[in-house]
């Protein structure tokens, strides 16, 4: 089925939810106007509906291929890229500097959004690219970002991010990559897998960014350092010279996003491929934190991009699809949407999906401000909201993900066992997600711990503040449809806070943990129904227009009351879980499971 971008949605939760506005206001981001955002979109829908959406199967069926020879893409994706590139997509958040167009984060991750809703395995190889340009335009020399930005930001070289070892997965103190020095640079030797877009064919250049250790290197995560490591090297004057000593030797045979290489990368075989120093030595962790932040937010668009095409398919298909007398129709000539638990289904993707969107946006625009804002206090708050929401936006975002892509298959009944109807990949696709730039309980704990118990909760408060604001205008407000929102709100809110009094309360860390995915989860959903009470008001409000569309603005404030009366209920439950059930959890002796 064809790909058609949601740009009236996106559009209306940028514009009158997240503030486009008003990141607009700040300096450098002037020209994001709406109506230069509309264009954007607008031809962003095109791109990814004419170009990238129909290769999103072909893909899938095809995959890429590896030989000694190195890595193919699958057929279509060199001329797909070749577009990509000349129509400048990938430099849209990049530094005007090196030749990117400097837009905010907010317009650009709107963007991902459609890359990944067309064709997944596609938007990976510029969401890798888009992580190394932000470490190395935040930690590399300016000799460094003068020889590898400009060319990486135009996007005919690519990036990578080089972490696992076979050894090494979470762990990273026990990589064995090691990095000797050698007159200007240093010899890499070393394996690492796992890697996407570690090779392929797309691009001129691949600039890999590897973990490695220097000999003199303390133990543990503290003696890692970070390299710049070219498959060809780049002369002085720009060009491209020898191919260095890195290769591919494998790529993975996976459960999904066939067409996406996952590489196992060997450096050094012949002596050690050449890498350069990024920044200091031992900071490697800290720089990659840097591409690792950017691309759990990515991934997380990447949850509920694909489960926007899930949903525009399951859509279609409840519409065509007749099978029995409908309670909803009262005859059997309708398609199934005229059931009533379809239509559950339905209202649950379409309602979590525009949830997850406006959390995502809502995270990218205090990125934005905090890199923006004139008011030290201002951006050291909006800092704070957008490191707090990041694991929200990965971890449960491609929780949910791909939750809403196996109800997709649910709706197309048997049929969407089947791989002919596309709706089986979408599920495949999705299930890597909560996986991958750092598992789930890796974000539950990251949220916890350095997002929420290292300063005291100040984050978690300041959120739990602005929510009982939306609650307080819910609450003044006549409409029936935000009444309803409101009496599940306040509730939820209420539990949220005891679970974060319960969590911040603790000195032993192992029961928190326990329960933590389930505090990530809890706080994602609640912060699901913060974003849809605030496009509930934000559509009574835009009714009160002469040139209203009723029928679309009370789409909206419909949606946010059922994923108040059906999500929220679970954050309530969600407390008890993390409170009651943490020393259950971890009760049995190894030997007793």
């Known amino acids: ?105 907010c317009l650009s991750s709107a963007v991902q959004e459609m890359w990944h809703s067309s064709n997944m395995s596609f938007g990976l190889c510029p969401l890798l690219t888009q992580g190394a340009v932000d470490a190395l335009a935040h930690h590399a020399s300016d000799e460094m970002k003068d020889r590898f930005l400009p060319k990486m930001v135009e996007g005919v070289w690519s990036g990578t991010m080089n972490l696992t070892e076979p050894q090494a997965g979470t762990d990273l103190a026990a990589i064995r990559t090691k990095a000797e020095p050698k007159d200007d640079h240093y010899l890499i030797t070393g394996q690492k897998i796992y890697i996407t877009y570690g090779d392929h ?16 290197a303390p133990e543990g995560v503290k003696g890692i350092s970070l390299f710049v490591v070219p498959k060809f090297m780049v002369n002085d004057d720009g060009s491209l010279g020898e191919k260095n000593d890195v290769r591919c030797v494998s790529i993975e045979h996976k459960l999904g996003i066939h067409a996406s290489p996952t590489c196992v990368m060997s450096y050094g075989d012949n002596g050690g491929a ?26 997380g668009v990447q949850g509920y991009g694909i489960a926007e095409r899930a949903y525009q398919q399951a859509l279609a298909y409840a519409n065509d699809r007749k099978q029995g007398p ?29 949830a997850m969107r406006g959390l995502a946006l809502d995270c990218a625009a205090a990125f934005d401000i905090a ?37 997709g298959v649910q709706i197309h009944g048997g049929m969407g066992f089947i791989e002919e109807t596309g709706a089986a990949q979408h599920l495949r696709d999705a299930r890597i997600t909560p996986i991958y730039e750092g598992t789930t309980a890796i974000q539950a704990n990251d949220l ?5 118990a290292r300063d005291g909760g100040q984050g978690l408060n300041e ?39 319960w969590l911040l309360g603790q000195n032993d860390p192992t029961q928190p943990s326990a329960t933590s995915v389930e505090f990530l989860m809890m706080h994602g959903r609640l912060a699901g129904g913060w974003i849809m009470a605030r496009t509930a008001l934000a559509a009574v ?6 040139d209203a569309d009723d029928a679309y603005l009370d789409a909206k404030t419909l949606l946010a009351r059922y994923y108040a009366e059906r999500m929220l209920p679970l954050v309530e439950s969600g407390k008890t879980i993390i409170m009651d059930s943490a020393e259950s959890t971890i009760s049995l002796d190894i030997a007793q499971l």
């Not at 009982?468 to 003044?476: C, H, Q, T």
């Open 274 to 299: 050449v890498g350069y120093l990024v920044g200091k030595p031992h900071h490697g962790l800290m720089y990659m934190f840097t591409m690792m932040n950017q691309a759990r937010h990515a991934v």
């Open 541 to 546: 409000a835009e009714k009160q227009k002469a």
């Open 371 to 407: 890199a923006k804002h004139p008011d030290a206090a201002v951006r050291e708050a909006a800092q704070r909201r957008g490191e707090l929401l990041t694991p929200l936006v990965k971890g449960w975002s491609t929780e949910l993900g791909v939750e809403l892509c196996s109800l």
């Open 448 to 452: 916890i711990g350095r997002k929420s």
């Open 463 to 501: 959120l739990m503040d602005d929510m009982k604001s939306v609650l307080e205008e819910l609450k003044a407000s006549n409409e029936v449809n935000l009444k309803a929102v409101a009496a599940r709100l306040a509730p939820a809110i209420d539990a949220a806070e005891q679970a974060n009094e």
């Open 201 to 216: 064919d797309m691009t001129e250049n691949i600039i890999h960014l590897v973990l490695a250790k220097l000999p003199d």
């Open 1 to 105: 089925m064809s790909y058609n971008a949601p740009v009236r949605d996106i559009a209306f939760m940028l514009n009158h939810v997240v503030g486009l506005a008003d990141v607009a206001k700040l300096e450098g981001f002037e020209e994001a106007t709406e109506e230069l955002a509309t264009a954007v979109l607008e031809e962003s829908a095109r791109f990814t509906s004419e170009v990238l959406g129909p290769l999103n199967s072909v893909g899938d069926a095809e995959g890429a291929t590896w030989d000694e020879d190195g890595v193919k893409t699958a057929p279509g994706w060199v001329d797909a890229y070749a577009q990509f590139v000349e129509s400048g997509w990938g430099a849209l958040s990049f530094p005007v500097a090196y030749g990117g167009q400097g837009l905010p984060m």
């Open 326 to 354: 409908t309670l909803l129709s009262g005859n059997d000539s309708e398609g199934i949407i005229n059931h009533p638990d379809v239509r559950r289904m339905l209202m649950t993707m379409r309602s979590s999906i525009e």
